[in-house]
């Protein structure tokens, strides 16, 4: 190959800065909407001011991933203040049941023939999560599978914009509908992984007796 790529590695990623840099602004705006909405909290919150940090993680990181994927900050209205809306609350608590039982254990793990009886529930969780996460990102990754097709965007401007324009090399869609759909779903559980891990190191902080 002769194209000049600067790629670095941070952990097991590896960063493309023009691909960072692409996304900067994404993130410095969802930066400001934070700090709008830790304000508001401060100003207008009826118990002397307190901010809980775990809520405000969330609040921030999932504005980003959705931010960076689909373009758009809310799913519905939102909240007065840059809070997030029923649909978003909704949307968040549905990522982090998946979260929480994709390395979950129970006794059909270890007898497989109990599997089909969903003895724990866990199975049923999960179908639910999974249709919340459904009825919100499909309409978005559909519609702008058909904005690609019918010629109305030629230029990626989110990371769904990069999955639904990639193309092999007889220029044919290399990602299918699922498969695009299933990509944005482990993007999300990714971020909401790193959430989890930071609000745990968060509750962590705050509980020392340090401060």
């Known amino acids: 190959m002769n194209a000049e790529i600067a790629c670095i590695r941070l952990g097991n990623v590896h960063m493309i800065p023009e691909r960072h840099r692409w996304l900067y602004e994404k993130r410095v705006e969802e930066a400001d909407n934070l700090v709008h909405y830790v304000l508001n909290q401060w100003k207008n919150g009826d118990e002397g001011g307190l901010i809980d940090l775990r809520l405000v993680a969330q609040h921030y990181c999932c504005n980003v991933t959705r931010k960076l994927i689909f373009s758009r900050r809310y799913l519905g209205e939102g909240k007065a203040g840059g809070g997030l809306g029923f649909e978003e609350e909704e949307y968040v608590d549905a ?73 092999d090399d007889d220029d044919a869609p290399l990602l299918s509908t699922d498969e695009i759909k299933a990509q944005v779903n482990v993007r999300l559980f990714c971020c909401e992984m790193t959430i989890d891990a930071l609000g745990d190191s968060i509750s962590t902080i705050a509980s020392s007796s340090r401060l």
């Open 95 to 167: 990522i982090f049941a998946c979260v929480t039982h994709l390395y979950s254990f129970c006794i059909s793990d270890y007898l497989p023939f109990l599997r089909g009886l969903d003895l724990e529930g866990h199975e049923k969780i999960v179908e639910d999560s999974t249709s919340v996460l459904e009825k919100y990102n499909n309409p978005i990754i559909d519609d702008k599978i058909q904005q690609w097709r019918d010629g109305k965007k030629h230029q990626a401007q989110d990371l769904l914009d990069v999955f639904v324009s990639l193309t």
